[in-house]
Nanobody
Framework: QVQFVESGGGLVQPGGSLRLSCAAS????????VGWYRQAPGKQHESVAL???????NYADSVKGRFTISRDNAKNTVYLQMNSLKPEDTAVYYC??????????WGQGTQVTVSS
């Protein structure tokens, strides 16, 4: 039902920062949790961060202390602030409900490339 459009990716050097945006086609107020996922080359989707309606957040161990997820219900937008980026963060980043539906319905995603 709700569609997501990701943006904000790009090419950065190690140690750099990016801020990703996820615009939803409908209200996210009623969605319990929204998460960011990523798919690196040759790998499956993995959960990076999630935020629930009450504001609580959770992060994968690999990004703790570096990434911050937030949401603006009035704008129907979820954000992912990524700092201290590492080459292993290179992936296509997606946003979706958490958990994502079965079968999964992914948007186009936004490419993040961390390279020197």
């Amino acid at each position: 039902q709700v569609q997501f459009v990701e943006s904000g990716g790009g090419l950065v050097q190690p140690g750099g920062s990016l801020r990703l945006s996820c615009a939803a086609s409908g209200s996210i107020f009623s969605i319990y949790a929204v998460g960011w996922y990523r798919q690196a080359p040759g790998k499956q989707h993995e959960s990076v961060a999630l935020i629930i309606s009450g504001g609580s957040t959770n992060y994968a161990d690999s990004v703790k202390g570096r990434f911050t997820i937030s949401r603006d219900n009035a704008k129907n937008t979820v954000y992912l602030q990524m700092n201290s980026l590492k080459p292993e963060d290179t992936a296509v980043y997606y946003c979706n409900t958490h958990p994502y539906p079965n079968p999964p319905l992914w948007g186009q995603g936004t490419q993040v490339t961390v390279s020197s």
